[in-house]
T-cell receptor, first 115, second 111 residues
């Protein structure tokens, strides 16, 4: 079985501060991991993905995430928050399940950026 | 490329009415998915398809049916709408189940 846990359904940071959104996964085999962003009234967009190459993954808009196998974590960070980063962020894990690649999403973290 | 498109964008139904949501993708992706999104519950998979002519149940399939007669289209049907089906519905597609590309969503209200 696989699951994804996002710690904190709401996170608030000041503009210019570090953004840290936490994601822990459980998977019996090495997974593929993703972060998606959802702006209000829009669909999800891929921010970045881990596919067993480099453990530090850089994505769009200055975000990055580090895969830590020992901690089963894939936390999302950005050094300096911008107002435009306010959105909901979803972590997802994908692994082979029988004949197809199963994807499981976390419940999301809403990021508020305070001016 | 239009990517993934969904029709309609908004819909209001009365309890017991039926409707079909259309998803179309122009990326030649094999996999397609239907999700519903409700506050605090993230995305829940309704049905998915791993290729033309195939469909399978996801996490919350009850009350919904799907068809994938053409590779580029994935239809979601509600035969008898219930207020519990009030939600935002997202379609997505992917190459073999890896990163997914999402449509803009359909906001459905059942009164």
């Amino acid at each position: 079985a696989q699951s994804v846990t996002q710690l904190g359904s709401h996170v608030s940071v000041s503009e210019g501060a570090l953004v840290l959104l936490r994601c822990n996964y459980s998977s019996s085999v090495p997974p593929y991991l993703f972060w998606y962003v959802q702006y209000p009234n829009q669909g999800l967009q891929l921010l970045l993905k881990y596919t067993s190459a480099a453990t530090l993954v850089k994505g769009i808009n200055g975000f990055e995430a580090e895969f830590k196998k020992s901690e089963t974590s894939f936390h999302l960070t950005k050094p300096s928050a911008h107002m435009s980063d306010a959105a909901e962020y979803f972590c997802a894990v994908s692994r082979r399940n029988g004949g197809y690649q199963k994807v499981t999403f976390g419940t999301g973290t809403k990021l508020q950026v305070i001016p | 490329n239009a990517g993934v498109t969904q029709t309609p964008k908004f819909r209001v139904l009365k309890t017991g009415q039926s409707m079909t949501l259309l998803c179309a993708q122009d990326m030649n992706h094999e996999y397609m998915y239907w999700y519903r999104q409700d506050p605090g519950m993230g995305l829940r998979l309704i049905h998915y398809s791993v290729g033309e002519g195939t469909t399978a149940k996801g996490e919350v399939p009850d009350g919904y049916n799907v068809s994938r007669l053409k590779k580029q289209n994935f239809l979601l049907g509600l035969e008898s709408a219930a207020p519990s089906q009030t939600s935002v519905y997202f379609c997505a597609s992917s190459v073999r189940g890896y990163e997914q590309y999402f449509g803009p969503g359909t906001r459905l209200t059942v009164t």
